[in-house]
């Protein structure tokens, strides 16, 4: 037999061996088949969020602008995010009392 002249290993062994050999090898290969199309799914979701986010951002920009552009026109202050804070919750201390 072929296997007897390259190998000392009796016939059976070698056969076991090889056997386990091949299902090793089969089963870590269906593991990362499984891992890398777990990613591509992963990749693909995380491209379309980022683009469905970076949309979002443009039109909030646009909007922002437009806004800008209003308050502007009819010379109203702008107030920062801490004004803003501080008034609504006078608003909101207001509400409470009345």
Known sequence: MLL???YKSPTHKLLKWFKESR???????????KNFKQLENRIRFLESSKNRWKKEAIELRAILKKNKK???SLKL?????????KKKILILLLATVI
Request: proline share 4%; hydrophobic share 25%; glycine share 0%.
């Open 23 to 33: 299902d090793n090898w089969k089963t870590k290969y269906q593991e990362l088949k």
């Open 70 to 72: 209003k308050s502007k």
């Open 4 to 6: 007897d002249t390259l």
């Open 77 to 85: 202050p702008e107030l920062t995010f801490h004004q803003l804070k």
